[in-house]
């Protein structure tokens, strides 16, 4: 067989992704509530930074404004995962009924197609609250604006989604050996909102584990140093782009490996 | 004979809660994680503070609330929206209305299995746990009457509120959206991520006068203080009973009101 090519793939992902947001559409009141929810959240996340630094001015050489920046990386960053592989929230499920079957039948890349089927609107009002946090702590730091920058800081936002998105595919590929994975899914998912913080207020052991195990430092804390700390950048923060593939890779092959193994439940 | 009926349904929920004993473990490691953080997080904190006591609380008070309102939190939490959510989404809640039972009563029962595996397996040890290390920062004496009163109160508040936004559901058929809107909001306002010592002024007298804060922050304050005034005690008290009676009122008239309104797909 012919391997496919990116256009292919393009092309056919536009054409799933119109059918998902058409058949999202009808339900209008949901997706307007579940976009409010998604926004009440941020918010939320935003006024506790705001009490927090009200009693306290800095948080480990960390000032306000730093932090916030630091969280409006992270929110930017974990939006890929939550439109674009939200999918894989389903699969538990999928797998059980044995309608996951299905998706083994076709001639195109297996996760690519497993993916592609849901895109998840809600994690735009996510985005633009992430990237207006961004602007809001650039400008209020007094940080350079130049093209470098913003090219430094895309590329290391790109590189950095890839990592809650590995974690989740592994999460959810856990389903393919274990029956309730929900939990495994559920729990990777919490790390998240540990990604905010600056990985230095931790002990040396979570320190490593929060850098080579489950690798959530590299969600906002490592790429934003390059951006907010340009004269000491340490060497792991040039590396996350590298890290963020290596991940992404690894959880590709793990849930490949699950899915190639799967032989249906019959029906 | 009446009480038998209930009692029923408490079996039934412990039995089912034995059942998921792998989620039960996942859960746990998810709280200890949840805990580590909050533990170097506020480390960091007050370190940067340069003070011991800030708005009153110092770190100990400050870990020894929250690890506490966490515990509470995975106690009293029954999810009784998604339940509810998904009972009317999928039709199932018909069967239930038919039952001889009042369908608030029936729902609160049918949690009360899971409320007291999670009190001894999860809520009791952490309390324990908190008392030992922190040697006399959680005083023995009548606080803990006090607080027990208050928790009763507290879960009562809590299903109130559950059922009122779980009665939303009917009309919006948006069961996420819905329910994270909630749970941010009781979260924040209930003083269960930041305590409500630390809030700014205006925001702080606003919070004592929403329900929320009676349902994390009214137990917490009544069992941390060893010797509180009876003042204190009454109007904590009564606040939180003023709560209890008004969301019970409340809840049941919205649900009454709207069931006229169900419309059911297929069941």
């Known amino acids: 067989m012919k391997r496919k090519g990116l256009r292919f793939y393009l092309h056919i992902y536009r054409k799933i992704l119109a059918q998902d947001i058409k058949s999202k559409m009808s339900y209008r009141a949901d997706f307007i509530i579940s976009t409010i929810g998604m926004i009440f959240t941020n918010i939320s996340g935003f006024v506790g930074f705001w009490i927090l630094f009200r009693n306290f001015p800095s948080i480990n050489g960390w000032s306000y404004h730093e932090m916030l920046f630091l969280y409006g990386f992270s929110l930017v960053s974990i939006t890929p995962v939550q439109c674009l592989f939200d999918n894989n929230w389903s699969l538990r499920q999928q797998v059980y009924s044995g309608d996951f079957i299905k998706y083994c039948f076709r001639p195109i890349n297996l996760f690519f197609y497993y993916q592609s089927e849901v895109f998840d609107i809600k994690g735009l009002g996510q985005l633009a609250f992430g990237i207006g946090t961004i602007a809001y702590s650039w400008s209020r730091i007094g940080l350079a604006f130049t093209p470098l920058m913003l090219l430094k800081l895309i590329v290391f936002l790109i590189t950095a989604s890839l990592i809650m998105i590995a974690l989740q595919n592994a999460a959810a590929a856990t389903c393919f050996w274990i029956q309730n994975s929900f939990y495994v899914l559920d729990l990777a998912f919490r790390f998240k909102d540990y990604a905010k913080y600056p990985v230095t207020i931790f002990s040396t052991v979570f320190r490593f584990i929060f850098t080579f195990i489950v690798p959530i430092a590299f969600i906002a804390y490592y790429p934003s140093l390059v951006i907010l700390r340009p004269d000491e950048i340490p060497l792991l923060s040039w590396l996350s782009p590298f890290i963020g593939i290596a991940f992404f890779f690894v959880s590709y092959k793990i849930w490949m490996r699950g899915a190639t193994r799967y032989s249906g439940t019959g029906s | 004979m009446k009480a038998k009926r209930y009692l029923a349904l408490t079996r039934a929920g412990v039995i089912e809660a034995l059942q998921f004993r792998a989620s039960f473990i996942v859960m746990v490691i998810g709280n200890l994680l949840y805990l580590i953080v909050v533990y170097f997080l506020w480390k960091a904190i ?222």
């Not at chain 2, 009548?142 to 027990?148: A, E, K, R, S, V």
């Not at chain 2, 009564?238 to 009101?257: D, E, N, P, T």
Request: proline letters at 4%; glycine letters at 6%.
């Open chain 2, 46 to 267: 007050y370190a940067s503070a340069g003070s011991d006591v800030v708005s009153g609380m110092t770190f100990s008070d400050t870990l020894v609330y929250l690890v506490l309102a966490t515990a509470l939190f995975n106690f009293m939490e029954m999810y009784a929206v998604w339940q509810m959510g998904r009972d009317i989404q999928s039709g199932k809640i018909v069967l239930d209305l038919l039952k001889p039972m009042e369908y608030r009563r029936y729902l609160f029962w049918s949690f009360t299995g899971t409320f007291i595996m999670q009190f001894l397996f999860t809520f009791l040890p952490t309390f324990i746990v908190v008392a030992a290390v922190t040697h006399g920062a959680i005083p023995l004496g009548i606080n803990i009457l006090y607080f027990m009163i208050s928790v009763v109160l507290a879960v009562s508040i809590n299903y109130s509120i559950d059922f009122f936004v779980g009665t939303i559901c009917l009309y919006t058929e948006s069961i996420w959206g819905i329910n994270i809107m909630k749970q941010v909001i009781v979260l924040l306002l209930s003083g269960a991520t930041i305590p409500i010592a630390f809030f700014p002024e205006p925001l702080k007298s606003i919070v004592y006068y929403l329900p929320f804060q009676s349902i994390y922050n009214a137990p917490l304050s009544l069992l941390l203080d060893g010797s509180p005034s009876a003042e204190k005690v009454l109007t904590t008290l009564g606040m939180q009973l003023f709560w209890c009676v008004a969301m019970l009122i409340i809840s049941k008239a919205f649900w009454k009101a709207s069931l006229r309104q169900i419309t059911v797909n297929g069941g």
